[in-house]
Every structure is written in C-alpha cells, then in structure tokens.
Nanobody, 124 residues
C-alpha cells in the first residue's frame, strides 16, 4: 500500500510559478511510475504529466507542455511538478498518483494510489 501526499499548492497571479511536491510512503518508490492529474470545478479529472520509475521518460498533456516539468527524486521518495507561466485555466485541484509498474501512463484508471489533492488558483 502506497500513501501519497501532495503539497505546494496556493494562489498565484497569471504568469507566475509554483512547485508542487508529492511525498510517497509505504512502498518501494522506485518501482512506481508517477503522475499528476488535475480537476477543475465541473470538469473531469484530466491528465497533466507522468514520469517513469527512473525519471528518464516523461510525458505531458498538450495544454502544459513547455510550461510544466515533472521530475522525481527516488532517494527522497518525492515527485515534483514545476509549473511556470501559469494561466487562469490552470486553476484546479492537482492530484498525485502512483502506478504499480515502472512505466508511465496517461490514463487515470491505470493508477492505483491517489493523494487528496492540493488546490492551485491562478488569478488573471
């Protein structure tokens, strides 16, 4: 059983930056691919970014590509999401998820463990 906890959300003006962190416990972190998803009010939870076990492979949604960067530190059991050039449409609850395999995936049903989420609000 893996437990993940997100942190780092908050309020920022458009064009600003935030870094989200996701700390994992209860399993061998390096055996899990990790992902970030987000859910805006009234919308379905959508894929944002994902990273394979070693950090060598990443994939992003088109809406955040070139603005967001996912990374991981297996020694610290933590995955990060650096968000730059934030836009009001990035406002959402951001969720971290762990997948019980080493390769990444973009579909939320492929993830086994989820955090409670952290709110990101971008004002115009």
């Amino acid at each position: 059983q893996v437990h993940v906890v997100e942190s780092g959300g908050g309020w920022v003006q458009a064009g600003g930056s935030l870094r989200l962190s996701c700390a994992a416990s209860g399993g061998t972190f390096s055996r899990y691919a990790m992902g970030w998803f987000r859910q805006a009010p009234g919308k379905e939870r959508e894929f944002v970014a994902t990273i394979a076990w070693s950090g060598g492979r990443t994939y992003y949604s088109d809406s955040v590509k070139a603005r967001f960067t996912i990374s991981r530190d297996n020694a610290k059991n933590t995955v990060y999401l650096q968000m730059n050039s934030l836009k009001p449409e990035d406002t959402a609850v951001y969720y971290c998820a762990a997948r019980s395999t080493t390769d990444y995936h973009t579909r939320r049903e492929k993830y086994d463990y989820w955090g409670q989420g952290t709110q990101v609000t971008v004002s115009s």
